[in-house]
């Protein structure tokens, strides 16, 4: 049970909010203003609330649909956050660096999300990418969220759009109970077992999400695989060379939408700021990764090893459907 749960005073009748409200038990309810008070206030300590969560429901105002940074993937597209923060809690998370608070924050006002996305697609015949999984794990927090009950019918009205919904979860109870739509992406981070087991902290096992992989497979969805972040100054290429082969021949090459891989790199500014916030984690401290172009990222020993793993990744699937992070 959590201690607290801040509502905003506007949407505390929202029927969304009352549906949270059932879901989380919380020994205190207490109305606000706006959730940034509390959020973006100064001198909070992440890993202290991580351990000891509270919890926030706002609508949110401004940027509701925002460009995706560049050094995030090598696709064009936006991103919208539904929630801020997440369930897991990976050493290598950005959102430690991103955010001053570890409070999960629940915005509740899909339509306006939904009317923001539509704006952006109108003015473009171009594809589109929309990214829901950057501030959060959309798919884990679905039991609460209810967000692709919503989003996944609104996405199939949407002919030159695709939603991508990360997660490392294996949850697909919610999933299945929705029709599958073309337009979306059920996109998995994966990683060898063995840095789940250490970096990966309360994330399904890897045979748990393979699982959830196959039986989406099989009742219609479409399958992204994210080889997001390649860690090699802690797993051997074989491992990920296993890795590649397990998932993209545990189903169909048609139900395969797209494979990325990218390297475990952050900005100079979440880096410095996740050490300030955690001195133990030693992951952020290799000194086979350093600074470059403000980005924390890996030296050319590592770089090269990923160069290995790009070819063999082409190897086993066309070559179009694979992102590769600059």
Known sequence: MAKTIFVENNIFEHSRTRKLLNIIKARNIIKINHYGELFNRNRQNFRIQKDSLNYIIAAKKNNLVMPVPRSTTSVDGYYFSHMYNCIYDCDYCFLQGHFNSAYHVYFINYEDFG?????????????????????????????????????????????????????KSSRTTELLKIKPNPNVVCAFSLNP????????????????????????????????????????????????????????????????????????????????????????????????????????????????IEVHLREHLKKLIPQSSIFLSE
């Open 115 to 167: 009317e923001a996305i539509l704006n952006k697609s109108i003015k473009t015949k171009t594809k589109l990418w929309f990214f829901s999984g950057y501030d959060c794990d959309s798919l884990a927090s679905e039991k609460i969220t209810g967000f692709a009950e919503y989003f996944v019918p609104f996405f199939s009205k949407l002919k030159n759009c695709i939603l991508e919904i990360r997660t």
């Open 193 to 304: 077992q063995n840095l789940i087991n250490v970096f990966e902290k309360g994330t399904p096992s890897l045979s748990r999400r393979i699982k959830s992989i196959k039986t989406l497979s099989e009742n219609g969805w479409k399958i992204g695989l994210r080889f997001d972040p390649l860690i090699l100054t802690k797993a051997r290429k074989e491992d990920y060379l296993e890795l590649f082969d397990l998932a993209v021949n545990c189903i169909p090459k048609s139900s395969i939408h797209s494979v990325s891989l990218g390297t475990l790199r952050l900005s100079e500014s979440h880096h410095k700021k996740m050490i300030k916030n955690d001195r133990q984690n030693r992951l952020l401290l290799d000194n086979r990764y350093g600074y470059e172009k403000k980005m924390w990222q890996p030296h050319s020993e590592i770089r090269n």
